[in-house]
């Protein structure tokens, strides 16, 4: 087992981007990914080595995200919402700014498993594999998944 201070270095970046695709909020997803490493180094124990560090630490941070996100469920909306109306000073700030909005838009449309399998693979950078491994399923469906949800969110462009 690797030391925890250079698991901490070599995947703070990784959980925090994908608690970031998960909350849209920098500030929620550090304290989660902060917890996420203090629950490993409670569990270190309980690590059987049956999927790589990363997929196992992204497991536990999802599970702390679904906890998170039923205990404070009206908050994110509140917030999610005060977010969207700010507005920021210059143009491409604001165009980015909406074109992020409409992609998030779009990715919502999709169930809820298409939308994290997307997540994964382009903003946590994680193989088919490890997406597989954290959502419990096959590698093949993780790469079905990824290939229809992206066909879908085209026809969404088409549309």
Same mark, same amino acid.
């Given at each position: 087992?690797?030391?925890?201070?250079?698991?901490?270095?070599?995947?703070?970046?990784?959980?925090? !981007?994908?608690?970031?695709? +998960?909350?849209?909020?920098?500030?929620?997803?550090? *304290?989660?990914?902060?917890?996420?490493?203090?629950?490993?180094?409670? !569990?270190?124990?309980?690590?059987?080595?049956?999927?790589?560090?990363?997929?196992?630490?992204?497991?536990?941070?999802?599970?702390?995200?679904?906890?998170?996100?039923?205990?404070?469920?009206?908050?994110? !909306?509140?917030?999610?919402?005060? $977010?969207?109306?700010?507005?920021? /000073?210059? $143009?491409?700030?604001?165009?980015?700014?909406?074109? =992020?909005?409409?992609? &998030?838009?779009?990715?919502?449309? +999709?169930?809820?498993?298409?939308?994290?399998?997307? &997540?994964?693979?382009?903003?946590? *950078?994680?193989?088919?594999?490890?997406?597989? /491994?954290?959502?419990?399923?096959?590698?093949?469906?993780?790469?079905?998944?990824?290939?229809?949800?992206?066909?879908?969110? =085209? $026809?969404?462009?088409?549309?």
């Amino acid at each position: 087992m690797q030391d925890m201070e250079q698991i901490y270095k070599q995947y703070f970046e990784t959980v925090n !981007k994908y608690l970031f695709c +998960l909350t849209h909020n920098s500030d929620i997803s550090e *304290e989660l990914t902060q917890e996420t490493f203090y629950r490993a180094v409670k !569990k270190i124990g309980t690590y059987r080595g049956d999927c790589k560090i990363p997929v196992w630490l992204c497991q536990i941070a999802k599970n702390l995200w679904y906890d998170y996100y039923r205990k404070n469920k009206k908050a994110i !909306k509140e917030d999610n919402i005060l $977010e969207m109306s700010s507005v920021d /000073t210059t $143009e491409e700030q604001v165009i980015a700014r909406e074109e =992020k909005i409409l992609v &998030y838009q779009k990715m919502q449309k +999709l169930d809820k498993e298409t939308r994290e399998v997307i &997540y994964l693979r382009i903003t946590g *950078e994680l193989s088919f594999k490890e997406i597989a /491994t954290i959502l419990n399923k096959t590698e093949n469906w993780a790469r079905v998944t990824f290939y229809r949800g992206k066909n879908k969110l =085209k $026809e969404n462009d088409l549309k």
